[in-house]
C-alpha cells in the first residue's frame, strides 16, 4: 500500500504556531478514521489526535485546547493545527489511517513523518 505523506513540520519558537499536512493516496478516504502521532527522540510514539468518519474528534490531554484536527476528503487530507508550542514537542510527527471507530490501524505502514522541532 502507499504510505501515507506528512508535511509542514520545521522549526519553530516556543508559543509559535504550525501547520502540518497528511495526504493519503488511495481509494475511500472519507471510510478512515485519521490520527496523529508523534515520537520524541528516546520515547514512544503517542497519540495526539483523530478525527472519525464524522468529524468527530478527540485529542491527547497535553494538547487539548491548543491543537485542531481537521480532514478535506475530497483532498484525501488531514491537517493538524499547533498552536502555543513548547520545546517538549518536539518530535516526529506521523498520521495514519484506522479501521472506523477502532484502534486498527488500516495501513500496512507508517510514513516517514515530518520533524516538528521546538526552540525555547
Known amino acids: 500500500q502507499v504510505q501515507p505523506v506528512e508535511s509542514g513540520g520545521g522549526l519553530v519558537q516556543a508559543g509559535g504556531s504550525l501547520r502540518l499536512s497528511c495526504v493519503v493516496p488511495?481509494?475511500?478516504?472519507s471510510m478512515w478514521d485519521m490520527k496523529w502521532y508523534r515520537q520524541a527522540p528516546g520515547k514512544e510514539r503517542e497519540?495526539?489526535?483523530?478525527?472519525?468518519?464524522?468529524?468527530?474528534?478527540s485529542y491527547a490531554d497535553s494538547v487539548k485546547g491548543r491543537f485542531t484536527v481537521s480532514r478535506v476528503n475530497g483532498e484525501n487530507t488531514v491537517y493538524l493545527h499547533m498552536n502555543t508550542l513548547t520545546p517538549k514537542e518536539t518530535a516526529i510527527y506521523y498520521c495514519?489511517?484506522?479501521?472506523?471507530?477502532?484502534?486498527?490501524?488500516?495501513?500496512?505502514?507508517w510514513g516517514q513523518g515530518t520533524q516538528v522541532t521546538v526552540s525555547s
Open positions: 495514519n489511517k484506522f479501521r472506523a471507530g477502532t484502534d486498527r490501524l488500516a495501513s500496512d505502514s
Open positions: 488511495g481509494r475511500a478516504f
Open positions: 497519540f495526539v489526535a483523530s478525527i472519525g468518519v464524522t468529524s468527530r474528534t
